[in-house]
């Protein structure tokens, strides 16, 4: 297990530093910010959604490593995905961070390097920030996310 968590917390250090899909989505449609004001995370999604699919997705904004990672991994796993299915990864990403769902690597590929946080509670709302922001990205809602 301490392999498989040094594993982890080495991809969560790689897209802390080096993010993917940093910046704005090409020809963005959507768009939602989101903020957690116990960490101070503050993110931008942007997505380009056509014909119920996502084209491109992006983020920007200023969080802790937690959150940025969390951002960058969730970008990369959306990307091509249909909004259902999209929709679909963020249940069973939220679940397994709430930890009634065992991790099922198959299903969420690296977004299970996130896992252990579910050990930290108050974590938990810096590695979901992006996600709820990417719902009301998806939702067309106007109003801020926090996750107060
Ligand atoms: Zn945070």
Redesign the pocket.
Known sequence: MSDLRSLYQEIILDHYKRPRHRGVAAEANREAEGY?P????KVRVTLSVRDGRIEDVAFDGE??A??TASASLMSEALAGLEVEEARQLFERFHRLLTGDAVADEEELGKLIALSGVREYPM?V??AT?AWHTLQAALDGTDQAVSTE
Not at 38 to 41: H, I, N, P, Q, S
Request: charged share 25%.
């Open positions: 957690n116990l960490c101070g995370d969080g802790c937690i959150s974590r709302k810096c920030l």
